[in-house]
């Protein structure tokens, strides 16, 4: 029997729908809330059979067997903590909130009221992460010691400075929104969480641009274009603007692992290097989509040198984020039918949160460390035995 799906936002993210929407295969979106006329018009167009609202309220009341929070981030808590009341199950979109104190609050609504929480970090299943991952886990650089990251954001000025995105009201800032992936591959990759932060950065290019629009009742991509460049003669910029569009953080990880993470939303290249160094070796991928290369270094070498060997992202299915969001979509559904654990993780997509939001303060401040403050461990544990009491284990 298909499970019942409740689409709450359906923005940009409602991509998903494809993944979702499976009739006969497991699972049909039977209801869908949004507060654009335009949202809830592409929903009537898609899934004409379902019911459309502009109340969570009904949604939830609906019957639906879980629900996805697919909304802007400064939505998420409030959201997901009406649902996971409610008795339903919840796939909330990274970020898991913009405030660390409502994050926090998101975890223990879940586990006071036992409803399934799910967070849609779906680079935890690209292939050039899981290709890396699997390499540590092998053993074939050692023990990780460092793992520095670069994020060169192409589109940054169409995707994040066009829209709710540039406000800080909305956002926090990029280190969160954007960031929140990278963080959490980070702490996967280290096998361990930040305890202290500390960054610098600024509004370098898109602050000085004075076009602004309003554009309510518009939506990426109808702004987008490749021609769009350079970064300084974007025109119609969000009317707020004062999110920072470089950022350079450094972390301090548990077990004495550092970590470095750069963001800039003004360069001409789209995609995510990673360097991970241990003990015995180094990995580093080159391109982040199917049929890039992660190389391999694990011998001594005098000056540059090839990698000792390659390594070949797969090729994947026909699906959003190289075939992330058909496998995030399909762990997801799993969960909600049988539990258990999952590739993310409710805490996980916490500590990256607090790792964002605490970066972003150290970049505004002095640029001084500031250190993360730890969850209660009996929260911690309840999530890491898969959202069960600790008198049953998990499936």
Not at 290 to 313: C, K, P, Q, T
Request: charged fraction near 25%; glycine fraction near 10%.
């Amino acid at each position: 029997m298909d499970l019942h799906i409740g689409i709450i936002g359906f923005g940009a993210r409602s991509t998903l729908q494809e993944e979702v929407h499976r009739p006969g295969h497991g699972s049909r979106i039977t209801a869908v809330c949004d507060l654009a006329p335009r949202a809830r018009a592409d929903a009537r167009a898609l899934v004409p059979d379902a019911l459309i609202t502009d109340s969570p309220d009904e949604l939830l009341a609906s019957g639906v067997d879980a629900v996805m929070v697919l909304t802007p981030d400064d939505t998420h808590a409030a959201l997901t903590i009406r649902a996971l009341e409610a008795g339903v199950p919840v796939f909330c979109e990274k970020p898991l909130a913009i405030d660390l104190a409502d994050a926090d609050r998101m975890l223990e609504t879940a586990r006071r009221t036992g409803t399934r929480l799910y967070i849609g970090h779906n680079m935890r299943h690209m292939p050039v992460i899981t290709l890396m991952r699997g390499l540590i886990q092998d053993g074939r650089i050692g023990q990780v010691k460092a793992v520095w990251v670069r994020h060169f954001v192409g589109h940054g000025g169409d995707f994040y400075f066009k829209d709710w995105h540039a406000d800080r009201s909305r956002t926090t800032g990029l280190l969160l929104q954007k960031g929140a992936h990278d963080l959490d591959i980070i702490h996967w990759l280290a096998g361990a969480y930040t305890e202290q932060v500390a960054a610098m950065g600024g509004l370098s290019v898109y602050g000085d641009i004075t076009d602004r629009r309003d554009r309510t009742g518009e939506r990426m991509p109808d702004w987008f274009s490749m021609d769009n460049w350079p970064p300084t003669a974007l025109t119609g910029l969000h009317p707020v603007v004062d999110v920072e569009d470089i950022s350079m953080v450094n972390l301090r990880l548990e077990g004495g692992i550092f970590a470095s993470y750069q963001q800039c939303h003004f360069t001409p290249d789209y995609w995510r290097n990673y360097t991970v160094i241990g003990t015995e070796g180094r990995i580093e991928n080159f391109g982040d989509v199917a049929g890039s290369e992660v190389r391999l270094w694990n011998r001594r070498h005098a000056g540059a040198a090839d990698a000792d060997e390659v390594f070949i992202v797969p090729e994947v299915p026909d699906a959003g984020h190289d075939g992330a969001d058909a496998l995030l979509v399909a762990e997801f559904l799993r969960f909600v039918r049988h539990g258990g654990l999952t590739a993310t993780s409710p805490v996980a997509a916490r500590e990256a949160v607090a790792a964002g939001i605490l970066a972003t303060a150290s970049l505004r401040g002095d640029g001084s460390a500031i250190s993360v403050p730890p969850l209660d461990p009996e929260l911690v544990a309840y999530f890491e035995r898969g959202q069960t009491p600790s008198s049953s284990p998990a499936a």
